[in-house]
């Protein structure tokens, strides 16, 4: 005779599973989950608790997002570049603070690379150091990256080389000038770094026409999802490159996110943030400091080959035609055209990081014959 077998009963789900479960009964009726027919009430049954249980670890997972940011610095200090002597860069700190962080060159090609390359956001150049034949380079560096701010200062030196050193600086187009010498001009170096008083950026720029455009007559941008609005502002980052990465930015399973953008009718996260690292690319182009190689470095391309052949692929162009043909405004004008307008409607009430019913009739996208477009014509 066999002893009997005692299997240990099946735990119980949690409290936050049998809500979602009820949710989705609720909206879907006993045989639908996520808009798929089941004919077994068991399948569907089944299902609906699986759907349950994915839905609350990805709440748990965007909670665990959010306490992160906020035990993170809520804002990141701009970075000057400096081109300064050793009492200088002393007193530069001192001020700086926690309104900017320093980094120190000796030269102003060290300067030029910092921006160059991204590293820095800004430059601070003494005027006890500008020599009639650093005038060339300097001009270089202000009319070759115009979105970075180039800030002179008059410490230490006497009026007589001070007066002079400003008409150097002057004919190089550096537009401002902050006169260390006296009490009130370490604040206007700290007002000259401000947020208020830097080039707006242009994930800024471009999340607030995006939201603009989606804004209806009756009702403010800031009524859209929150979800939509992350998605967005997370996909103009310039670092980012990838949907999976993007994914994990808004604590989403990279295949739940892509079958809710299809469910929803919507064009794939892969190809907004490929049209939305063009818009970049175009923009940053803008700059005739920066080279391709540049570029692509900042941008974060595994190589500038890499990045020309995305660019290839998506417009025709080669990254040189590209760069002629489009400015950072025509691209953000084309990711508006084809990438938010046509689905207005939807985006308004989408929000990829919760359950939404499923669109059965999916609208007709944009196909990549019509990207395909983007190298006919110099955009307007």
């Known amino acids: 005779m066999y002893a009997p077998i005692y299997q240990q009963p099946a735990a119980q789900p949690s409290p936050e599973v049998l809500a ?5 009964l609720a909206a879907e009726g006993p045989y639908h989950v996520e808009g798929r027919y089941y004919a077994s009430h068991f399948d569907a049954e089944r299902q609906r608790r699986w759907t349950a249980e994915r839905m609350v ?15 993170a610095t809520p804002a990141v200090r701009p970075r000057v570049t400096t081109w300064l002597t050793p009492r200088e860069r002393q007193r530069v700190d001192a001020a700086g603070g926690e309104h900017f962080a320093s980094i120190h060159r000796d030269t102003l090609a060290g300067v030029r690379a910092d921006l160059t390359l991204g590293q820095a956001d800004t430059a601070l150049v003494s005027a006890a150091l500008v020599g009639p034949s650093d005038v060339p380079a300097l001009t270089s560096l202000v009319r070759g ?13 006497d009026d007589a080389r001070a007066l002079a050193a400003t008409l150097l600086l002057g004919h190089a187009g ?18 000259a770094f401000g947020s208020t008083r830097l080039p707006r950026s242009f994930q800024r720029d471009a999340l607030a026409a995006i939201l603009s455009d989606l804004g209806t007559p009756d009702a403010s941008a800031a009524e859209l999802p929150a979800g939509c609005m992350r998605f967005f502002r997370a996909i103009f980052s310039p670092r980012l490159a990838t949907a999976k990465v993007l994914a994990t930015d808004l604590g989403v399973c990279s295949s739940t996110l892509m079958s809710r953008f299809y469910r929803a009718g919507l064009p794939s996260p892969k190809r907004y943030i490929a049209t939305a690292r063009l818009a970049w690319a175009a923009h940053l182009a803008e700059s005739p400091a920066l080279s391709v190689a540049a570029i692509a470095l900042r941008l974060d391309a595994s190589s500038p080959q890499s990045f020309g052949r995305t660019v290839r692929t998506m417009t025709g162009l080669t990254a040189v035609q590209f760069r002629e043909a489009y400015t950072g405004a025509a691209m953000l004008d084309r990711f508006r055209a084809t990438l938010v307008a046509p689905f207005r409607d939807t985006l308004r009430t989408f929000d990829p ?8 009739v999916r609208p007709r996208a944009q196909t990549s014959a019509s990207v395909s477009t983007l190298a006919t014509g110099r955009a307007a």
Do not use: F, K
């Open 174 to 191: 550096v537009p401002q000038l902050v006169d260390g010498r006296a009490p009130s001009g370490w604040q206007m170096l700290r007002g």
């Open 145 to 157: 990256l115009p979105a970075c701010t180039v800030v002179g200062l008059v410490t230490d030196t």
């Open 353 to 360: 990081l919760t359950e939404q019913p499923a669109t059965h």
């Open 20 to 24: 979602y479960e009820r949710e989705i």
């Open 57 to 71: 670890r990805e709440a748990q997972r965007r909670a665990e997002y959010v306490a992160r940011n906020a035990t």
